[in-house]
Nanobody, 113 residues
Framework: QVQLVESGGGLVQPGGSLRLSCVAS????????MGWYRQAPGKQRELVAM???????NYADSVKGRFTITRAYTGNAVYLEMNSLKPEDTAVYYC???????WGRGTQVTVSS
């Protein structure tokens, strides 16, 4: 069993920054791919950013240049640094251990003045 616990969401004004964290615990080997997804009300869940444990990353076009995904050197945590936040970034953000098939419960990010 694997648990993913996210933290770091909240309310921020447009142009502000937030840092999301996700830590995996339980019984598992290495996690090759970990990523962040988000789901806004009435919309489908979408990929925000993905990272391999070797540091290969990819981003949704809408967040390129504003968001940065990093992995802990231990490989069991992933972070998302979000800068220049916009109202359209408002969503529940989910951590995903892709190769293990586990999801976190999500953390709410609201960008509003």
């Amino acid at each position: 069993q694997v648990q993913l616990v996210e933290s770091g969401g909240g309310l921020v004004q447009p142009g502000g920054s937030l840092r999301l964290s996700c830590v995996a615990s339980g019984s598992f080997g290495s996690i090759y791919r970990m990523g962040w997804y988000r789901q806004a009300p009435g919309k489908q869940r979408e990929l925000v950013a993905m990272s391999t444990n070797g540091g290969i990353t990819n981003y949704a076009d809408s967040v390129k240049g504003r968001f940065t995904i990093t992995r802990a050197y231990t490989g069991n945590a992933v972070y998302l640094e979000m800068n220049s936040l916009k109202p359209e970034d408002t969503a529940v953000y989910y951590c995903h251990a892709v190769d293990l098939g586990y999801w976190g419960r999500g953390t709410q990010v609201t960008v509003s003045s």
